[in-house]
């Protein structure tokens, strides 16, 4: 387990797993000298003492100018120290920058195929935003564990996303809302969860929103309700006459989805095929990096960021 400390905040975070729980841990002091009479030499006499009754080393870095936080917290991390201690409160910016880029690398990672570690450095920028109280950086950091983690293991994505949903309601975030229940919806869907999908979705669109975030919902609300064989009739025709008129890739895709997946259900094994075929193509053309979905389609992600 790893952590961060800010000394005078006393902020921590476990981090990724992948970390090595043998390192030593790390000391990044305030800008100034080490023996200054406060907090630098504070907490180098704290690491001695822990040194003298452990025997385990730890590392320190002394920065001379702010350019050097950034890069002496995430090193330390990078190489696995179980704890980093992080001195004063002028390092504030720098631990939510770490934050921001564990977000961003675990993110990365996730996009290339390397799902348990990208999720580890991921959900360790999760962990420290949250105690840090950085709302923006809490929600990205559920979108994309959401997004990459739907399918791949939708029942840990799942709570992620409900909490996410639930702040974002509450913060008056609407399009955090609509991404959150998009991508729950796709968690929810490889569950067989159709009335918790059914539940965010049916919240959402009591509320006033934009066109396209409103299509967003219908077309995943139709997902379930097909297979439920609840009554969609009115929900298709308003999903249908706002998807023939969007342009944008996603949304296209999006679309041809929704339309592939009702005629499955409607066993209509034709229509699927030749949809995903044309979404196929539509999205190469277009420059997308989305792949065609083979039916059965299940509702796509809204999408990381």
């Known amino acids: 387990m790893q952590h961060l400390l800010w000394l005078a905040l006393c902020l921590a975070f476990a981090a990724p797993a992948a970390a090595g729980d043998d390192a030593a841990p790390g000391i990044v002091y305030a800008q100034g000298a080490k023996f200054d009479k406060s907090f630098n030499e504070a907490a180098y006499a704290g690491a001695e003492r822990f040194k003298a009754e452990t025997g385990i080393a730890y590392h320190e870095v002394e920065i001379t100018n ?65 105690e840090r109280g950085l709302a923006r950086t809490v929600a990205r950091a559920r979108i994309n564990i959401g997004f990459y983690m739907a ?109 592939a997946h009702l005629a499955f259900v409607q066993r209509d094994l034709v229509e699927p095929t030749s949809l995903s075929v044309e979404e196929g193509m539509r999205i190469a053309l277009m420059g997308a990096v989305r792949s065609a979905a083979a039916p059965p389609p299940s509702p796509p992600s809204r999408g990381a960021i």
């Open 66 to 130: 702010d350019s050097q936080r950034v890069q002496a917290l995430s090193t330390l991390i990078r190489r696995g120290a179980p704890v980093v201690v992080a001195v004063g409160f002028d390092q504030r910016a720098a631990v939510e920058t770490v934050a921001e880029t564990l977000i961003t690398r675990g993110s990365a990672l996730l996009g290339l195929g390397r799902a348990y570690e990208g999720l580890g450095v991921l959900e360790a920028g999760l962990r420290l935003a949250q």
């Open 151 to 259: 399918f791949r293991e939708p029942s840990r994505a799942l709570p992620v996303l409900q909490d996410g949903l639930r702040d974002a309601m509450r913060a008056g975030n609407l399009d955090n809302a609509v991404t959150m229940t998009a991508n729950l919806s796709s968690a929810a869907y490889s569950l067989g969860q159709h009335d918790t999908a059914d539940r965010a979705i049916r919240e959402l669109l009591a509320l006033d929103l934009e066109p396209d975030a409103r299509m967003w919902l219908l077309g995943n609300g139709l997902f379930h309700w097909a297979l439920r064989g609840d009554p969609i009739d009115e929900a298709r025709d308003e999903a249908l006459a706002k998807m023939a008129e969007v342009t944008d890739p996603q949304l296209v895709a999006f679309a041809l989805q929704t339309r």
